[in-house]
């Protein structure tokens, strides 16, 4: 009966068909097309309606590790940070001295005036 359909209808009996905005399944059943098929390629060697094949879409690559992705920017402001580090830490250790009280102050001053004093500069 399915060969029959085959003949009559051809490729539309294999296909589920859209009637009226009505999905109707395929008049022959998946497993009765693949008989079919068989004893064709068995008699003849052929299918006639064998699908075309998809074509491939290209995969897009990863996105990969958002560190690996923002490493170069990083680098580059590490780079420019450290181009000026050696007159920053000169400034910076000239400050500590400046604060640092003196002998004479650290003898006759309490902790209490030496914090206050580094604190106003």
């Keep these: 009966m399915s060969l029959q359909l085959l003949r009559k209808l051809g490729e539309a009996a294999l296909k589920p068909q859209n009637v009226g905005g009505v999905w109707h399944k395929a008049q022959i059943s998946a497993k009765n097309v693949a008989k079919l098929r068989r004893e064709a390629l068995l008699a003849t060697g ?42 920053r830490i000169e400034k910076h250790r000239a400050a500590k001295r400046e604060i640092k009280a003196s002998l004479i102050d650290r003898l006759t001053m309490t902790p209490k005036q030496l914090r206050q004093k580094a604190k106003s500069g």
Excluded: C, S, T, Y
């Design 46 to 87: 052929k299918w006639e309606f064998e699908p075309e094949p998809k074509e491939e879409k290209p995969r897009k690559p990863n996105k990969g590790h958002k560190h690996d992705r923002q490493k170069p920017a990083r680098m580059r402001v590490i780079a420019e940070n450290l181009a000026g580090m050696d007159e």
